[in-house]
């Protein structure tokens, strides 16, 4: 079958660094999407890797190793607004997403 | 602006009841998706339209039908609704199949 795994849960400081990480096993890998979700609203785009390495966009970058099944999104100095939900997912042989339940990051003062 | 919108924001429903979900993209995207998001879970797809005039089933299609009469409008009909159709409906497009897809503000949907 396919899964997506991510943390439930996370919680960072204002300021600081988070990595949220997420593996997945899928039918056929066509790149891995990253979403931000803020609570009742819809899904935002992030980032996008289809090559292994690093994709930096301002205060977010996100790493993608195919062979290990893996990738991370990391946040830099934390504002107070990044606390959301980060979706993982990636698209399968299909061209399908295939999503992560999603990480809910908590920012503290 | 351009984007897309969903209609309506929020609906109670009693079970067994027909409703339609509209879907509405100025972007001119020729992909478009239904989406469904329950707590806990990952968004799950399901149905999908590559180009206007097509449709096809996603992970989780059974109770539900869409059309895709033209490239702006996407609906999503429940024939019969049932309580397990309680969530929250994302509509969302791409240009094709393989760059990102842009999310409507979803509908919360209560089947009681």
């Known amino acids: 079958g396919q899964n997506i795994d991510q943390p439930t849960e996370m919680t960072a400081t204002e300021g600081a660094i988070v990595q949220i990480n997420c593996t997945y096993q899928t039918s056929g890998f066509n790149g891995l999407f990253w979403y931000q979700q803020h609570a009742g609203e819809a899904p935002t785009f992030l980032s996008y890797n289809v090559l292994d390495g690093l994709e930096e966009k301002g205060r977010f970058s996100s790493f993608l190793s195919r062979s290990k099944g893996y990738s991370y999104l990391l946040l830099k100095e934390l504002q107070m607004k990044d606390s959301a939900s980060y979706l993982c997912?990636?698209?399968?042989?299909?061209?399908?997403?295939?999503w992560g339940a999603g990480t809910k990051l908590i920012i503290k003062p | 602006i351009a984007g897309i919108t969903q209609a309506p924001t929020s609906q109670i429903l009693a079970a067994g009841r027909r409703m339609t979900l509209r879907c509405t993209q100025d972007m001119r995207h020729n992909a478009m998706y239904w989406y469904r998001q329950d707590l806990g879970l990952g968004l799950r797809l399901i149905h999908y339209?590559?180009?206007?005039?097509?449709?096809g089933k996603g992970e989780v299609p059974d109770g539900y039908s869409v059309s895709r009469a033209n490239t702006d409008d996407f609906p999503l009909t429940l024939a019969s609704a049932v309580p397990s159709q309680t969530s929250v409906y994302f509509c969302?497009?791409?240009?094709?199949?393989?760059?990102?897809?842009?999310f409507g503000p979803g509908t919360r949907l209560t089947v009681l």
């Open positions: 997912a990636v698209r399968d042989s299909n061209y399908q997403l295939i």
């Open positions: 969302a497009s791409s240009e094709g199949t393989s760059v990102e897809q842009f």
């Open positions: 339209s590559n180009t206007a005039g097509t449709t």
